[in-house]
C-alpha cells in the first residue's frame, strides 16, 4: 500500500469516527474495527484482524486503544500506529474536558447532585450485574482455582486493602505456573 | 511535580488494566481515591457515571478528567499520555512475537489466571459504589437515618430491569438519575 498523505488521513478519520461514536467500551468497538478495515476498506484480512483483537484483548490497557495501535500499525507502521492513536484517543479526550469544566460548575447544583446521586444506584445495578454473569461464567467452569483466586483476591482487596498492583502480579503469575503445569500432564497424558 | 506523579498514576493504570472497560476502575480508584485524593468518592463514582454515557475507555475518560482538575489541560495531556504509552509499548511487542511465532500461549495463561482476580476487583470497586449509593458516606450506617432507600430502591429496580429484560445500561442510568432527582430533591439526600 502506498504510504501517502491520504493514507493517514484516512486512517485519522476512520479511527476517530469510530471512537467519537463507540458507546460501550472496548468490547464493541473491535467489531466495528473489522467491519470498517476488513469489510469496507480490504486494508486487513478477516482472520487477522480476528487475531489483532486477541492480542488488543490480552494487553494491559483500554482495548480500544490497543486495536487502534494495531490496525495502524499494521498498515502504516509506528507513524500508522501514532496517527490511530490520536485518532482514538482524541474524542474522548475533548470530551471530558468539556465535561469538567462543566462538572465544576454544576456538581454543586442541587438538582445536578440529586440526579447524579440518583444514577449512582443506576451504576452500582450495571456493575453488580456484569459482576454476576462473569462471576457465573467462572463458577460454572467447575474449576476451583479460578473460584478460590476471586474469593480470595475478594477479601484481599476489599477487607485488607491489599494493594490491585500486586494482586495482579501474584495472579499472573499462579495463571502462568497452573497452565504450565496443565499443558504438561495433557502432554503426558496425550503422548 | 505534579504533572509527574499524574503521568506515573496513569501509567500504572494503563500498565496494569488488563481485560478492558471495567477492569481499569479498582486501579483507578486505587491511585486517584485511596492513594493521592485527587477526587473525593463520589467524585470518582461521577466519572465512571459520566465514562458509561459519553464514548470512549474509562481510562483515558478519567484520565482527562483528573489531569484537567488538578493540573488544567497540560495535566490533561500528561495523564493520558501515561494511560496509553504502555500499551504502546506492550502492544507493538506482542505484535511482533505474534507475527514472529503465531503464538500466545503463555499469554492466555497469565489471563485465566487474572480473569478471576480481576473479576473480584470489578466486584471490590463496584461495592464501594453500591455502599455509596446507599449509606451516607458509603460507610455501612450506624443508624436508620444514614441509610438511603430511595438509593436501595432504585438499585434494586435497575438491577430487576438489567438481569430480566437486558435493558441498555444506558438508559437504566439515566432512567434511575431522572427519577432519583425528583426522589432526592423532593426527600433530600442523606448526610449532605
Redesign the interface.
Known sequence: MKKNPKLYLKLFTSTFYL?????G???VIVPLMKKKFADDLHWIEEKEMI??A?????????????AA??VG??IAGVLG?LTT?IGT?L???V???V???F??AF?TN??V???????????????????FS??GG?IKEKKWL??L??????VA??FFGV???L??LI??????I???YE?KSRKERGA | MIYLELFWSFF?V?????????A????IQ?QVVDQHAWLTLN?F??V???S??????????SA??VG??IAG?GG?LVA?LG??L???I???T??HF?FKYQN????????????????????????S??L???FAGGVLPASLADVSW???L??LA??FI??KWKLN??W??????????????FFG?PG?
Open positions: 471512537s467519537a461514536f463507540t458507546f467500551g472496548g468490547y487475531d489483532l486477541a492480542i488488543a484483548q490480552s494487553a494491559p490497557g483500554p482495548i480500544a486503544v490497543n495501535i494495531l500499525y499494521r500506529a492513536i484517543v474524542p474522548p479526550f470530551i471530558l474536558a465535561i469538567s469544566l462538572y465544576q456538581a442541587l438538582w447532585a440529586a440526579l447524579l446521586q440518583g444514577m449512582q444506584s443506576g451504576v452500582a445495578a450495571v456493575i453488580a450485574d456484569v459482576v462473569m462471576a467462572v479460578p473460584v483466586i476471586m474469593i480470595g483476591v475478594f482487596n476489599y494493594n490491585v498492583i494482586l495482579i495472579c499472573g503469575v499462579i495463571g502462568a497452573s497452565s504450565y499443558s | 500504572q494503563g500498565l496494569f488494566s488488563i481485560g478492558g472497560g471495567y481499569a476502575m479498582p486501579l486505587t467524585e463514582i461521577d465512571i457515571t459520566i458509561q454515557m459519553t464514548p470512549g475507555p474509562i481510562g483515558i475518560n482527562t478528567f484537567i482538575k489541560i490533561a493520558t494511560c496509553v504502555p500499551s504502546c506492550i502492544v507493538l506482542l505484535a505474534y500466545l500461549t503463555a499469554v492466555r495463561g497469565i489471563l485465566n489466571g487474572l480473569r478471576p482476580a480481576i473479576i473480584a476487583m470489578i466486584a471490590s470497586a463496584g461495592l459504589i453500591l455509596s449509593a446507599s430511595i438509593g436501595i432504585l438499585f435497575a438491577f438489567l438481569k445500561p444506558v437504566v442510568m439515566i432512567g434511575c438519575g431522572i427519577i432519583g432527582m425528583f426522589l432526592y430533591r439526600i449532605r
